[in-house]
């Protein structure tokens, strides 16, 4: 599986954006996906997922109730909805595949991941 991200860019606190990614390859309807974020010098950082058995969404404290993860399996690709962002939302964003463990927050159970999309929350 080969996974695509996009819709990085420069935005205002307070702003909206949405990330998409793409998968290619074969299909991601029964596999978990998550995003995740890195600043530099730092690891990559849970965002959310969505765990493929039951589609509930976890969220980071830092995001819940700001971010929305979705998916559309018939077009195999996942969503990643901002508002109100800060600019501590600044980072380096990923989407991840996982096949076969089940999902989940730890980064390292993500087998397929995408290339990062830029986002900077800045006046």
């Known amino acids: 599986v080969q996974l695509q991200a996009s819709g990085g860019g420069l935005v205002q606190p307070g702003g909206s954006l949405r990330l998409s990614c793409t998968a290619s390859g074969g299909t991601i309807s029964r596999s978990s996906v998550a995003w995740f974020r890195q600043t530099p010098g730092n690891e990559r950082r849970f965002v959310a997922a969505?765990?493929?058995?039951?589609?509930?969404?976890d969220y980071a404290d830092s995001v819940k109730g700001r971010f929305t993860l979705s998916r559309d399996n018939a077009k195999n690709m996942v969503y990643l909805q901002m508002d109100n962002l800060k600019p501590e939302d600044t980072a380096l964003y990923y989407c991840?595949?996982?096949?076969?463990?089940?999902?989940?927050?730890?980064?390292?159970?993500?087998?397929?991941w995408g290339q990062g999309t830029l986002v900077t929350v800045s006046s």
């Open positions: 969505v765990r493929w058995r039951n589609s509930i969404a």
């Open positions: 991840a595949v996982d096949d076969r463990y089940g999902g989940g927050s730890a980064w390292g159970i993500y087998a397929y």
